[in-house]
């Protein structure tokens, strides 16, 4: 009777370790899965950044600065008569 028990006992600590095994597949496939689809909203995010950079460069740019302050702004560089400096 006593070995009828222990292969009872290893038979299922058997079924148990397996079923653990299938458990932690799933898990990692679930995890690899997550990280996948991290990994490319991560690289679409770079992308986007790198685009948007050399967007604001543009926009940055001197010669734009100076372009839209004239046209828009009606901007001009102040003459020499129009200076006043100041000293302490």
Same mark, same amino acid.
């Given at each position: 009777? @006593?070995?009828?028990? %222990? ?6 600590? @058997?079924?148990?370790?397996? %079923? ?6 799933? &898990? ?10 991290? #990994? ?7 992308? #986007? ?5 050399? #967007?604001?460069?543009?926009?940055? &740019?001197? @010669? ?16 020499? &008569? ?7």
């Amino acid at each position: 009777m @006593n070995r009828y028990v %222990l292969l009872a006992v290893l038979v299922l600590a @058997n079924v148990a370790s397996a %079923l653990l095994i299938v458990r932690d597949r799933h &898990e990692h496939r679930q995890a690899f899965v997550e990280l996948s689809r991290l #990994e490319k909203a991560r690289d679409a995010l770079n992308i #986007e950044f790198g685009r948007l950079q050399l #967007e604001q460069a543009t926009w940055a &740019e001197s @010669n734009r600065v100076d372009q839209v302050a004239r046209t828009r702004l009606g901007m001009v560089f102040p003459r020499t &008569e129009d200076t006043v400096v100041l000293r302490r």
